[in-house]
């Protein structure tokens, strides 16, 4: 492929691009308000409302969900003073919690087309690569959610911007922007920020090393030092915690979580069918073999093997691959399939619409292992990994997918709890209502309705006999709760809609869904309405 020389400032603001943008814009804020608060975003939230009162998260409104006092002590903070801040701008409300989230997505993809294009020179894979990532359902789903991982996807490619120019030339925007970037990463996300500068730094050292540079970098880390000293401070002095992050339990375990990173990696994010182009001579020589992707394959290998080395989190943790990786991938994508259209461009055209419209590049080599029965021949040594397979498989990972589901207006499920808790004379009651929900947004629903309750989880086959109220799915296999608690009273939550974050470790299945004619059982004893007899009700 015959590179195209050009003016790399322009480029990325040319109507085709910014059609791009505009798209993106349209998918990115469509109904950005109109969907639960999620699992994982009541953290970003909570922290961020206890920001406001306390200055930093301390605990103190809780919504039921965090002890009182509790400070955060496994991850770093940026990311929440920013929520706070667009609290502070423009009030509480789901949208807010999103927005800068949402402006950092955006923002990603218009210096990913000046990025591709600054590296490669060539007009036609910047906008290849941007498309992709503008048609990935992977960059939406985490690029709406009030989480840190559109803020890493636009950090990554800024600070290898910033290091590779720094490998041209010295010049002092470069110097003071790579103290600041890394900065800026260290405090959204410490253990992701490692990630990135050791691929950095096993790129410099493997394939651009040379005393000048050498020199220069480790003078600029070491000002970036500095700036670490309050985390090290509170987190290392004060918290006591680093040390409670334990590394890989065995040589097994590592190997265990390096398995399941790449797993993911190849299965999620680079389909294992675009590794048969290796054979390809001109795809090996353009694409692997080129040198420009080395950083990107440097950074991409140690977002795969830092975490597995340090255990900090179980794998597989492929919301963290996704962050760090997902426009390197779409750029090494994207070069592929554009050498592939010089010659081939039925089958470069067949597998861009799969890539976009259908989840089967990736899904497809799991048929033969669900047809070995792999699952069931494994001993796995966590719970989570069960059924892995089995949810990888599920078509449920495509554009159009994700546009159906911001195009419809959901009921949500708090929606149809809290009216029923009312009519029971429940709502206004300081009772715990033990439920299979997931209690972390039914408890912030409940914290900014300003109502007494509490939620906790419950096992299904482990029941607290002696609760005043439960909140459970009404399924056939829990029917022994009834049967169990003859004296209490049942209400039947009929056909409501479920929007939920979909809480499972497979990426593919990670993902907002609809659940239509669910059914909730509503139990409680005569004790919770009476108010007269509240005294014996659950506390924590």
Not at 255 to 264: A, I, K, N
Not at 292 to 320: C, D, H, M, T, W
Not at 388 to 414: A, G, K
Not at 488 to 512: A, F, G, K, L, M
Request: glycine residues 4%; hydrophobic residues 50%; contains cysteine.
């Amino acid at each position: 492929m015959k590179e195209r020389k050009g003016k790399e400032s322009a480029v990325y603001l040319q109507w085709p691009f910014i059609i791009l943008y505009v798209i993106a814009a349209i998918l990115l804020f469509t109904k950005l308000d109109d969907r639960n608060i999620g699992v994982d975003e009541t953290w970003t939230v909570i922290f961020a409302e206890n920001i406001l009162v306390n200055g930093y998260p301390l605990i103190t409104n809780s919504y039921g969900f965090f002890q009182q006092g509790f400070v955060p002590w496994f991850d770093s903070w940026l990311s929440y003073y920013l929520v706070a801040a667009f609290y502070a701008m423009f009030g509480i409300s789901p949208l807010v919690s999103r927005l800068p989230f949402v402006l950092a997505s955006l923002g990603t993809l218009v210096f990913f087309s000046y990025f591709v294009y600054w590296l490669t020179r060539n007009k036609r894979l910047a906008f290849l690569s941007s498309f992709l990532l503008s048609t990935s359902y992977l960059f939406y789903l985490h690029g709406r959610q009030s989480r840190y991982f559109s803020l890493v996807m636009f950090l990554v490619l800024v600070l290898v911007y910033i290091y590779l120019q720094l490998l041209r030339e010295s010049r002092k925007r470069y110097s003071v922007g790579f103290i600041i970037i890394n900065t800026i990463f260290f405090y959204i996300h410490f253990q992701i920020w490692a990630a990135v500068v050791l691929g950095i730094a096993l790129h410099f050292l493997f394939f651009s090393f040379s005393k000048k540079n050498f020199k220069k970098l480790a003078m600029l880390s070491a000002a970036v030092i500095p700036f670490f000293i309050p985390f090290f401070y509170y987190w290392a002095i004060i918290g006591n915690s680093l040390g409670a992050a334990s590394g890989a339990a065995s040589v097994a375990g590592f190997f265990l979580r390096l398995v399941y990173g790449s797993y993911y990696f190849f299965i999620l994010l680079f389909p294992l069918v675009f590794l048969l182009f290796w054979f390809h001579k001109r795809i090996r020589s353009e694409v692997f073999l080129n040198r420009q992707y080395y950083v990107l394959y440097s950074i991409i290998a140690s977002s795969i093997i830092l975490p597995s080395f340090l255990g900090l989190n179980p794998l597989p943790e492929p919301r963290k691959t996704v962050s760090i990786v997902l426009p390197l991938v779409c750029l090494l994508i994207a070069h592929i399939l554009l050498v592939l259209s010089e010659k081939k461009k039925l089958l470069s055209y067949g597998l861009l619409i799969l890539l976009i419209f259908s989840n089967l590049v990736y899904v497809l080599p799991l048929y033969p292992l669900k047809l070995m029965d792999l699952e069931t021949r494994v001993n796995y040594d966590m719970p989570y990994y069960s059924g892995f397979i089995d949810r990888t498989l599920q078509p449920r990972s495509s554009l159009l997918q994700f546009l159906s589901e911001i195009s419809v207006d959901y009921e949500s499920i708090h929606d149809s709890i809290f009216p029923v808790l009312q009519e029971q004379g429940l709502d206004s009651l300081p009772i715990t209502i033990y439920t299979d929900l997931d209690r972390s947004q039914i408890s912030y629903q409940a914290g900014i309705r300003e109502l007494p309750l509490r939620f906790k989880l419950i096992e299904p086959d482990n029941p607290v006999l002696n609760a005043s109220a439960y909140l459970l799915n009404y399924e056939p296999a829990k029917r022994f709760y009834p049967d169990a608690l003859p004296d209490y009273s049942q209400v039947i939550i009929h056909d409501y809609q479920e929007t939920v974050w979909q809480d499972s470790t497979n990426p593919v299945y990670r993902r907002y869904k609809k659940d239509e004619q669910r059914t909730m059982l509503l139990l409680f004893n005569s004790s919770a309405v009476d108010k007269k007899e509240i005294t014996g009700y659950v506390q924590e």
